[in-house]
């Protein structure tokens, strides 16, 4: 029996490292003074607020194709984003380290950046989900890994784009 992956974790994991690594990346700012409480406490509290957006628009979805009945499976849809909220949680870790005085928190943003570099596109996971996902879905090998190969390099045109953007 095949098991399917667990796409909304899926893809609320990618984009909460994705919005984590922008917030981040807001941090590393020319000019202005560093003050990593007030910054840490910013990726720290809109992850959750973006993730309950996010699950909210899954319950107005809902709602307008279904009955529009509250019911406790549209409080399960919003529950249901704790991925991208958890995708933060290493950057608030390691801002944190600069909240306790370790390190800069210039140094804490470039670590927070990388690790959520190496996290979100590690080229064999990154490939390989991708791939598995294509073929729980039925594709063969070749589409499978064609698959794979362009998420990953949507992957990689985001990290430019964000490198840009900084």
Aim: glycine letters at 8%; hydrophobic letters at 60%.
């Amino acid at each position: 029996m095949r098991h399917r992956p667990p796409e909304q974790a899926l893809f609320s994991g990618i984009y909460g490292l994705v919005l984590a690594s922008a917030l981040v990346a807001a941090l590393d700012s020319t000019g202005g003074k560093a003050d990593p409480g007030p910054d840490t406490l910013w990726v720290l509290l809109t992850a959750p607020a973006a993730g309950a957006a996010h699950g909210y628009v899954h319950v107005v979805a809902q709602r307008a194709s279904v009955d529009g009945a509250a019911t406790v499976s549209r409080l399960r849809l919003v529950l249901a984003e704790w991925p991208l909220v958890a995708a933060a949680l290493p950057a608030v870790a390691i801002l944190l380290a600069a909240v306790a005085g370790w390190w800069a928190e210039a140094t804490a943003v470039d670590a927070a950046l990388l690790f959520n570099t190496v996290a979100l596109f590690n080229t064999v996971a990154l490939f390989g989900a991708d791939a598995w996902a294509a073929r729980t879905a039925g594709h063969g090998w070749p589409s499978s890994c064609r698959a794979g190969a362009l998420d990953m390099l949507i992957g990689l045109v985001i990290i430019a784009a964000n490198a840009l953007i900084k």
